[in-house]
């Protein structure tokens, strides 16, 4: 599908914020591709599907996951903000024509991050927390910092603050964050 059709059919699913965001994100995370030699275009497109799934009411999110699938774990019932990411493969296949496999992945694990995550993962799971429009938010001016001169240490900073940030309102923590950080603690392994 063309940019300039994601663009439009996603400013109609999303609320506007959101919208907003999705394009923060989306040049956020070309810029780091620029900066990183990575594909532009294909961080750009990511950008724009990672939050895909997010329009539709957590009701329809779960019906859509059965209707794919995708096994809700307890974590997912209980932080359902966790179902928009796992539906965000087969929304952007089926309703923006996505059939790139590494755009796949990285919008799939744009919230809790996974071991052994591709450059464009990490540049999509960075981008969604430092894109302009972000407030209020942990560490976000070292993030920002960081995502431009160490990738590796801004990623591992990034899953960290919000592993803090949900012990302090005493949220549980996904296993699949918990996994990314034990990865990534000791450093790099690709
Ligand atoms: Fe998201
Ligand atoms: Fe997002």
Known sequence: MELNEIKKKLSGNLKESRYTHTLGVAYTASAMAMA???DI???????LLHDCAKGYPIERQMKLCSQYGII???EMK???QL???ALAPYIARDCYGNEDAEIASAVECHTTGK????LLDKIIFIADYIEPGRKDIPGLSEARRLAFSDINQCLLKIIENTMQYLKSRDQA???RTTE???YYKEGDHT
């Open 78 to 80: 209980e932080s359902p």
């Open 115 to 118: 071991p052994g995550m591709s």
């Open 180 to 182: 990314t950080h034990e």
């Open 36 to 38: 990183l030699g990575a």
């Open 173 to 175: 923590i996904d296993p």
């Open 83 to 85: 179902l928009h990411s």
């Open 41 to 47: 275009q294909k961080a750009f497109r990511a950008g």
């Open 72 to 74: 809700l774990t307890r």
